[in-house]
């Protein structure tokens, strides 16, 4: 809104005063603080409200950790409607709002909290684990990605010279290969945005591990989306130019700021937990990002914690199916550290340190050309 206003001036004659909005370096700076400013200020007040309306609080797995039964019992969730009130306000008062690849993340983003509502409510209401049902969200998880993509693709700015960047898969490292997925790219794109919404939720199940790691990721493609939309930088690093993804960047500045406000109340012993609301709202916007910026696979390397906290689910419940034994002691992998007695603040510090030696090695590759 406030670079609307810019530009309205400047149309008048009238922008001197307000000349600091053309660059998205501030602007990103004022949304991080401003999505900051409003989940702490909104924070306390909220989480009264929720507690009165939830009485229980989550359901809490009773084949989990024993422990989490007794000390996180009657903590309220959907604490990702704070999240998103910090996100959204912060995007759509410092950003570009003619911009699409702001409102496909936009789309994303809202369209997956309201998703994440609805399995948050069903939850609470039922006081059950269970939730929406997975195959059901899944499919709406997927078409929303759909639609976030096909806004990209037609209405992006790809670079005369690089017209079928839109539709193609890049790779790290190799800056010549690249490969033209036709509109099956929109599958692919899809499968990438859904699979990290998914990521993220799994790897939410401690306080502050899903938080902090979401922050470092985002921090990281933001520095990607600045780099990858702004030419001279790009054609430097040898990356693919996407024109305007630049302002992106401000879009993961609100998303940081909101999520140290979170933070705040998150941080062990959390007063309320983000729920589906926020993690899968956290994980499609981060995926929506890796997609607009063309650096999906880069995704994987910066995101490897989410990653790795899939793939042990996944591995836990296929080898359970086929042997009836079970790899890991509990699955996401996480709770394997503490059934090995790893307390709680230690697993969550060092998939802290985790998260930052995988983003700096997925930073690393826009320099390996």
Not at 332 to 357: A, C, D, N, Q, Y
Request: net charge positive; with cysteine; charged share 10%.
């Amino acid at each position: 809104m406030f670079y609307w206003l810019y530009e309205q001036m400047q149309v008048h004659g009238h922008s001197t005063a307000l000349r600091l909005l053309r660059y998205q370096t501030f602007r990103t700076g004022m949304a991080l603080f401003t999505a900051q400013v409003i989940v702490v200020a909104m924070g306390s007040r909220f989480i009264r409200w929720m507690q009165a309306r939830q009485g229980k609080g989550q359901p809490i797995r009773k084949e989990g950790i024993e422990r989490h039964i007794i000390e996180k019992a009657g903590t309220p969730t959907m604490g990702g409607v704070m999240i998103l009130a910090g996100l959204l306000v912060g995007t759509l008062l410092w950003s570009d709002l003619s911009n699409v690849y702001v409102w496909a993340v936009v789309l994303v983003t809202a369209g997956y909290g309201v998703l994440g509502f609805l399995d948050d409510y069903a939850k609470v209401t039922k006081q059950t684990t269970e939730g929406v049902s997975g195959r059901m969200r899944l499919v709406l998880e997927a078409l929303i990605a759909a639609a976030a993509v096909g806004m990209m693709i037609h209405w992006g700015q790809p670079s005369p010279e690089a017209a079928h960047l839109a539709t193609s898969l890049t790779f790290p490292v190799f800056k010549e290969v690249m490969l033209n997925l036709g509109w099956f790219y929109v599958l692919f794109a899809a499968v990438v945005i859904v699979g990290a919404a998914n990521a993220v939720n799994f790897t939410d199940g401690l306080d502050g591990l899903a938080t902090v790691p979401v922050m470092i990721a985002a921090s990281a493609f933001g520095f990607i989306a600045y780099l990858v939309g702004n030419f001279v930088f790009a054609n430097y690093l040898q990356l693919h130019f996407v024109p305007g993804v630049g302002e992106l960047g401000v879009f993961c500045g609100a998303l940081i700021g909101a999520a140290i406000g979170f933070l705040w109340y998150n941080a062990p012993p959390a007063k309320i937990f983000m729920g589906d609301t926020g993690a899968l709202a956290l994980g499609g916007a981060l995926g929506a990002v890796a997609v607009a910026c063309k650096h999906e696979i880069v995704l994987a390397i910066v995101g490897g914690l989410f990653v790795a906290e899939t793939l042990s689910v996944v591995i836990q419940v296929a080898w359970f199916k086929r042997t009836g034994r079970r790899i890991f002691l509990m699955a996401p992998i996480h709770h394997h550290f503490e059934k090995l007695g790893w307390s709680e603040s230690t697993v969550v510090i060092r998939f802290w340190i985790v998260s930052i030696m995988l983003a700096l090695l997925g930073l690393a590759t826009l320099k390996l050309r």
